[in-house]
């Protein structure tokens, strides 16, 4: 059985949790990765011969932070970087949203300006938006804001 190699962590999170860089050090490599709410942003790599490669981010939904639900509906009607499927988090009034085309539904039990569902997020539109609702909810979890147990009214 062979060693194992020699793994050097680091991690640097923010105090709300909402950010966090990794950095490894294995096998002659420094590896950083960008993290919020859980979904990796990006990884850089830097070998011992000084070759640099950065990788894109997942093609997943995109979380996207406002400071009310009305900041945030407007922005899905007139912003082009809010796209259908993105994750809408609005921490002052505890409501996690997902972009559903034009609409913003709340999967939290808050969902103010927000439509609200009538079934359980990730069967929403027959599961077109599961990704959206993992995410969603990962960070609704790490938030601690309580998910809606029954919907409000359908969008």
């Excluded at 939904?61 to 499927?85: K, L, M």
Aim: glycine fraction near 8%.
């Amino acid at each position: 059985m062979g060693e194992q190699p020699t793994t050097e962590v680091a991690t640097a999170t923010v105090p709300d949790g909402s950010w966090k860089l990794k950095v490894t050090h294995e096998d002659g490599k420094t590896i950083a990765e960008v993290w919020s709410f859980g979904v990796k942003l990006s990884i850089t790599t830097l070998t011992a011969e000084g070759v640099v490669t950065v990788e894109d981010p997942a093609s997943g939904p995109t979380v996207h932070r406002f400071a009310s639900t009305r900041e945030a509906y407007n922005a899905t009607q007139c912003r082009d970087d809010v796209r259908d499927g993105d994750v809408l988090v609005v921490e002052s009034e505890r409501v996690i949203g997902i972009l559903d085309a034009a609409w913003p539904v709340a999967i939290t039990e808050a969902h103010v300006e927000f439509h609200g569902l009538k079934i359980p997020a990730r069967e929403h539109k027959g599961g077109r938006y599961i990704a959206s609702a993992e995410l969603a909810e990962r960070i609704a979890a790490e938030l601690g804001f309580p998910l809606a147990a029954k919907q409000a009214h359908a969008t």
